[in-house]
Nanobody, 120 residues
Framework: VRVVESGGGEVQPGGSLRLHCATS????????MSWYRQAPGKERELVAA????????DYAGFAAGRFTISRDDKKKEVYLQMSDLNAEDTAMYYC??????????????WGQGTRVTVSS
């Protein structure tokens, strides 16, 4: 299983970034794909999740209206378009793949993260 994030970097306040998560080794279309973030000294928190193309979308309050999550099941990739970034968005951003089966199994895969720094 591989989950690899990219697209992070340093951006000025008000700027935009598009994060990219490439995956392999599991049945991508069956998984809920999510982005989480963890700022220094804080716990990891959910940013956004997408169940399947055209399916349910969930956004944290701070992300709604500024961030957009999307997925491409053919490419087995998930994206996070972020706009109007501010200093509070500075964090390590992680891609997560999760599947909970009807038999109580929980498959959970994480990438190594991509760093986003918002600074003037």
């Amino acid at each position: 299983v591989r989950v690899v994030e990219s697209g992070g970097g340093e951006v000025q306040p008000g700027g935009s970034l598009r994060l990219h998560c490439a995956t392999s080794g599991f049945t991508f279309s069956s998984y809920v794909m999510s982005w989480y973030r963890q700022a220094p000294g804080k716990e990891r928190e959910l940013v956004a999740a997408i169940s399947r193309p055209g399916g349910r979308l969930d956004y944290a309050g701070f992300a709604a209206g500024r961030f957009t999550i999307s997925r491409d099941d053919k490419k087995k990739e998930v994206y996070l378009q972020m706009s109007d970034l501010n200093a509070e968005d500075t964090a390590m951003y992680y891609c997560n793949a999760n599947l909970k089966t009807g038999w109580g199994q929980d498959y959970d895969y994480w990438g190594q993260g991509t760093r986003v720094t918002v600074s003037s």
